[in-house]
């Protein structure tokens, strides 16, 4: 599991349906759970992902069989969806962990 710091006053911006709107718009399989949500997309073969205070928690499997087309692709979901998510890009990510 992986934890990751919501920039200060971004956290605003996945309330009312906007965590949702976010995850919909960067992945192809969204269903909601319990306290957060069920991600399936690409490599991915299975994420949850919640907001616990001002963090992130994702959980994720991988199915590390895909080419190369796909994993890329993946790639590039997943680090669209934590820049959007955190309001931190990979780089200010990194620095935080």
């Known amino acids: 599991m992986q934890a990751y710091d919501i920039k200060r006053g971004h956290a605003r ?3 009312g349906g906007g965590f949702q709107t976010i995850l919909e718009d960067c992945y192809d399989s969204v269903a909601e759970e ?3 949500f069920l ?3 690409g490599a991915i073969q ?3 992902v919640w907001v616990e205070g001002n963090r992130l928690h994702v959980e994720m499997a ?3 069989q895909v080419d190369d087309a796909t ?3 993946t790639i590039r979901a997943h680090n669209a969806f934590l820049e959007r998510a955190t309001g931190f890009n990979a780089k200010q ?3 935080r962990l």
């Open 46 to 48: 299975e994420m949850r």
């Open 34 to 36: 319990d306290a957060g």
């Open 39 to 41: 991600v399936r997309h």
């Open 13 to 15: 911006t996945l309330e």
């Open 93 to 95: 990510r990194r620095k």
């Open 62 to 64: 991988m199915d590390t």
């Open 71 to 73: 994993a890329a692709d």
